[in-house]
């Protein structure tokens, strides 16, 4: 009997086409977006989930009251070892790692690598899947190097590379060879190995033992309580909570740190598992959630349209229920009937949108800044998903004619009537308006992120970013080595093509400032202070990047020599320091917590952004390199003319005076483009939402609009022998939609411009938000309603009246 049903239902769907073609592709673009939506949203869910243990391993994080003290994501450098030492009974394994840059070489092969610096157990502990290699030993040599895949390929052509050895460069210029023990498979994305440091998209690939440090003098810091800034790991026993290293922790602080820090810092301990949606303030939560929640409207709209367009057909079977009850048909079979007819229809829709998952996984992977996974990556029960988006939309769609139109009397149903049914449901018309009312929030959404992140490209940041590229330097932190990069810089600021050059610690991409430390005036004590982020630069750095100096000079000159003794302030840490106006703060004394140095403030600059725009300025503090022998970056700012020439005449000349280390730069427009990443993302998924959403809804109303015709052309025919124009028939089938029309921008101005509202508080210099938005959408919607709704009226416009008039 089943296949009986079917037949029918594959009749009366290839009966109307047309309608059967708006429903089958409106809902399976809705299926196909939340199919990969969710594939973003399990992949985001699933990250660390390889991870051996990753249920009891915890990420030691950092709560300042003052955030400007320390990150979230590390903390003190000596208190996951401690713990592990000291509490063996709670604790079984720990990790602990720094961060650093430095050039990898083998023979011409020559890159700046990100190095991940550690404890032996990193490949024990989280069970990361070695090609070649011992987990347990492979990092217990300090000159031991385990590397990923695509690293040996990257140096080597191959894999198999045990014993070979890769040379590595220290801050002070020696070089040293490191062998490899190990060789990793190339992990998945993980918060473990990728992290944040400029190269290679954060991950880091190439992995030594804590014991290495010496060479980098790095040692002293890893171990010291006063650093803050090392990423940690612990692992628990069986049974163990981390409420139980609570009073652990506060005794290892109260032992071990200042007054200060006790008093400012709170340890927790985040599940590695959930580290990484917690992460950022819960960043990846925010587009988990934003795009859960397009995928979710784009798909009610789909839904909508499927259920209006099936009642409208099921409407027009008035006569055929009523033929089927004459011949015998039961009300059993008639739902029977009406609902196998909705799920078909859904099941062409499910099976198309699993065939527009293949091109839509690459667009959007490439949209969204990460790979999403093949339909056959998912485990066996995803198929539960499409199957119950199948019964749901397919049962939802047909309750309707099935319960409702069945029940109708069998005469009434003969001569095409609804014995209690209004055909003019106001549950129709108010699931249009929910859809317009989506379009228009969705629309409205696309255009003010727009205008923001265009406003983070053009507002004025303080200083001129233009034709301005940066490249890493080899580091020799010692005085010889900051006064021959001095001289190379020099050199490079005579080269064709380059207006200035300069040396800097920090560049301004919003991940590099080094230190915060307290700042206060030398006549009062550090509670008076203010925290300041410091900046470690030559004299040029300001003329390069074009930093106004408003009061003083960028490091004085006494007699031709510049004094590094001082420090440069901008406006904001001069304000909070109490100074009444820049020039006053000229020659004044200021002091750095936990130094008694004395440093004069030769200079002020104009407060300009040193980070993203989502955080206020925060009080700056510039500090001569040769000061604090701190370098990693080369900023060159490019003379007017080819770019393409002057990039060329400065890698002519890098060859020369820095043959050791590859020029491997970066425009500082690019640069600041990485942090507003998940900004464009949101840029690019909101266009395609909006560009999706006019879509489902120019389908229904489409959809609405011809059922209206199929059912008023005699009423059409009528009106023009009584003298109607074509304009008039276009208005009578127009007007329907205005009202709803109006009743949603109503309802969706004000919902939206509350939702993107709340959504610009979020960043500290931001657009005005303005009914612009939402007026240009209502404008374009109605223009595109317009338009569709002539389009499909016109032609029964200009027919023959007697043509209509025979019309059935």
Do not use: C
């Not at 939340?34 to 594939?39: D, F, G, P």
């Not at 450098?77 to 070489?105: F, R």
């Not at 004394?589 to 300025?617: A, C, E, M, R, Y």
């Amino acid at each position: 009997m089943i296949k009986n049903y079917i037949k029918l239902a594959w009749r009366n769907l290839r009966k109307q086409k047309v309608f059967s073609m708006i429903n089958i592709f409106g809902l399976s673009v809705g299926i196909s977006i939340v199919l990969l939506v969710s594939s973003f949203i399990y992949s985001e869910a699933t990250i660390n989930a390889g991870i051996k243990n990753n249920d009891r391993i915890y990420m030691v994080q950092s709560k300042w009251k003052n955030p400007e003290m320390g990150y979230d994501f590390s903390t003190l450098a000596p208190l996951a070892k401690t713990l592990a030492q000291q509490y063996p009974t709670l604790i079984s394994n720990y990790y602990h790692h720094d961060g650093i840059t430095s050039i990898v070489s083998k023979g011409d092969k020559k890159f700046s690598e990100g190095l991940q610096v550690g404890d032996s157990t990193l490949l024990d502990m989280f069970g990361f899947e070695l090609l070649q290699g011992n987990a347990k030993t492979a990092l217990n040599k300090p000159n031991a190097l385990a590397i990923t895949a695509a690293i040996a390929k990257k140096y080597f052509g191959k894999t198999d590379v045990l014993g070979e050895s890769l040379t590595i460069q220290s801050f002070s210029g020696s070089k040293q060879d490191f062998e490899i023990t190990a060789v990793l498979k190339d992990p998945a994305y993980n918060t473990i190995t990728h992290w944040g440091n400029g190269i290679n998209n954060g991950a880091n690939e190439f992995f030594l033992p804590a014991a290495s440090l010496r060479f980098f003098g790095r040692d002293a810091g890893f171990e010291a309580w006063q650093n803050a800034f090392i990423i940690s790991y612990v692992q628990l026993k069986e049974g163990v909570n981390p409420e139980q290293l609570r009073e652990p922790v506060r005794q290892l602080l109260k032992t071990n740190t200042s007054p200060d820090i006790q008093k400012n810092l709170e340890i927790f301990f985040t599940p590695v598992r959930d580290y990484y949606l917690a992460s950022n303030n819960g960043i990846a939560y925010r587009m988990i959630y934003a795009l859960g929640g397009i995928a979710f409207f784009i798909l009610l709209m789909a839904i909508i349209n499927f259920v209006n367009i099936t009642i409208g057909n099921s409407l027009t079977r008035i006569r055929e229920i009523g033929v089927r009850k004459v011949m015998g048909s039961s009300k059993q079979q008639l739902i029977l009937q009406f609902l196998v007819e909705s799920v078909l229809l859904t099941s062409f829709s499910v099976l198309i949108a699993l065939i527009l998952y293949v091109p839509g996984r690459q667009f959007m992977s490439e949209l969204l800044g990460k790979q999403l996974p093949l339909l056959s990556d998912y485990p066996l029960y995803f198929i539960i998903f499409p199957l119950s988006i199948m019964l749901i939309v397919g049962l939802l769609a047909g309750s309707y004619p099935a319960f409702m139109l069945s029940t109708q009397d069998s005469v009434e149903s003969l001569k095409g009537k609804l014995a209690s049914v209004n055909d003019k449901v106001f549950l129709r018309y108010g699931m249009i308006s929910l859809q317009f009312m989506v379009a228009i929030v969705v629309f409205a959404a696309a255009i003010v992120i727009d205008q923001q992140v265009n406003f983070f490209f053009t507002k004025d940041l303080g200083y001129n970013r233009e034709k301005i590229i940066t490249a890493r330097v080899p580091r020799d932190w010692t005085r010889q080595g900051v006064d021959h990069m001095a001289v190379l810089r020099n050199e490079f600021s005579v080269a064709p093509g380059v207006a200035n050059a300069t040396v800097s610690f920090e560049i301004p991409d919003g991940a590099s400032a080094s230190n915060n430390n307290v700042l206060y005036k030398s006549s009062q004590d550090s509670t008076q202070g203010i925290v300041s982020e410091s900046l470690f630069t030559d004299e040029q750095y300001a003329a390069t990047y074009q930093i106004p100096v408003i009061a003083g000079k960028f490091f004085n000159e006494k007699g031709g020599v510049v004094d590094t003794t001082g420090f440069v302030l901008n406006e904001t840490a001069i304000k909070g320091l109490g100074f009444s106006d820049p020039q006053s703060a000229i020659g004044q004394k200021v002091k750095v917590q936990g130094s008694n140095t004395l440093f004069n403030i030769g200079g002020v600059v104009k407060d300009f952004h040193f980070g993203p725009l989502q955080k206020s300025i925060p009080p700056l503090y510039f500090v001569h390199v040769r000061s604090a022998p701190l370098f990693r970056y080369m900023s060159f700012r490019l003379k007017t003319g080819d770019v393409a020439t002057n990039i060329a005449s400065i890698q002519n000349k890098w060859k020369v005076l820095i043959p050791d280390a590859p020029f491997d730069y970066k425009f500082i427009d690019d640069t600041l483009g990485k942090l507003y990443l998940m900004e464009t993302r949101m840029k690019k998924a909101s266009m395609l939402a909006t560009g999706i959403a006019l879509i489902i809804v120019l389908l229904g109303v489409a959809g609405i609009v011809g059922q209206s015709i199929s059912k008023r052309t005699k009423e059409v025919g009528i009106r023009k022998v009584l003298g109607s124009s074509m304009t008039g028939i276009i208005l009578l089938f127009t007007k329907e939609f205005a009202m709803i029309f109006l009743v949603a921008n109503a309802i969706a101005w004000p919902i939206g411009y509350l939702v993107l509202n709340n959504w610009l508080n979020d960043y500290a210099y931001r657009i005005t938000l303005n009914l612009y938005p939402f007026a240009l959408v209502a404008l374009v919607m109605m223009v595109l309603v317009a338009v569709l709704i002539f389009a499909r009226v016109r032609k029964i416009a200009v027919t023959n009246p007697v043509n209509s008039l025979r019309t059935e």
